[in-house]
């Protein structure tokens, strides 16, 4: 089972449309960390945020916002106002247990059109 | 940007031969991993380590495996490479030192194995 799932493959939107990239997650632990990454065209992966799981607190940082609900497993990622450069895929994470486990989404690919 | 490089960047061989892959960091982090990227799969966790000479599986570990007798330095070597090892892999450090902490992540090596 994927522990990990980002349901949504592909998506399009017009420049200055929000998007919504959508992470469901799976785990057992009571004390885990999720994360966010973006891997533009160039092939780099960049880090964008660190949640751990006692934290449901909403963060925001610039067009870039993340919803985090333990009641749903899910962490949800919001682009407002999507611009050009934010055509990337974008890779959810998880990290559990006692060792050094990551798992990754398939992640989504964002194609924002001008 | 944390300071790993990945050697070398490309890379083509034949079925049936060795191959070792070459991560460097100039971070002292104590963590570090082998990831395989592929079509449908996201990220996919080879093996990692938490120290000099200590290390552990990922999720994909079969027909891998893995080095480190410096803390800067960590190899991924496929003993007698495969079709199904065609990869883009990267390698990454945890920031901070556990599992909790962001990793980042090298360029990436394109790896084809005719």
Redesign the interface.
Known sequence: AQK?T?AQTEISVVEKEDVTLDCVYETRDTTY?L?WYKQPPS???V?LI?R?SFDEQNEISGRYSWNFQKSTSSFNFTITASQVVDSAVY?C?L?EGA?????????TSLTVIP | DAGITQSPRHKVTETGTPVTLRCHQTENHR?M?W?RQDP??????IH?S?GVKDT?K??VSDGYSVSRSKTEDFLLTLESATSSQTS?Y?C?I?SGG????????G??TRLTVT
């Open positions: 990990v980002q960390y994360f092939g780099e992966l880090f660190r751990n890779f994470a990290s060792g050094n486990q990551f798992y990754f989404g398939t992640g | 963590y991993y990831y449908g799969h996201g990220l996919r966790l990692y938490y552990d990922g999720e883009v990267f990454a945890s556990d599992r909790s902490y962001e990793q980042y992540f360029p990436g």
